[in-house]
């Protein structure tokens, strides 16, 4: 039987509405330990998705203040995500061909989990030094 992502997705992603504050997007992403958020529009539908590295070079690279920008104006907004019951394959090919770190998982438009590479390293090869860095607990 084919594994689905819901069999390897991270469940609960941390969503940030678009109108929050880059530094209140930082802030979340550093309490929950996470290198990416989802970010949600007004009807609780994802609208992009912002890395950990985004404020760096979209915010202050450019000269702009990290409470005044709005997450919504700096995120990614061409999401490419998948389904939790699609074929795990069909994440990894999604990756590969679109050179992504990190799949939104997506039901009916709103978010339920994120699936990335180190959650498939984890399923696929538990061995490789990408998965037991995915295992290890994240620095403080």
Do not use: F
């Amino acid at each position: 039987m084919t594994q689905k992502i819901r069999d390897v997705m991270t469940p609960g992603p941390v969503t940030v509405p678009r109108l929050a504050s880059v530094r209140d997007t930082a802030r979340w992403m550093r309490d929950a330990a996470v290198g990416d958020v989802l970010v949600a529009g007004e009807d609780d539908r994802v609208y992009g998705l912002v890395t950990d590295r985004d404020p760096v070079v979209r915010v202050l690279a450019d000269g702009r203040h990290p409470d005044s920008t709005r997450v919504g104006d700096v995120c990614s907004t061409e999401l490419v995500g998948v389904a939790p019951d699609d074929a795990i394959g069909d994440a990894v090919d999604l990756m590969r061909r679109h050179a992504l770190r990190r799949l939104p998982v997506l039901d009916d438009g709103r978010a339920v989990g994120v699936v990335s590479l180190g959650d498939l390293a984890m399923d696929r090869d538990p061995g490789s030094a990408l998965a037991d860095i995915s295992a290890a607990a994240p620095d403080s």
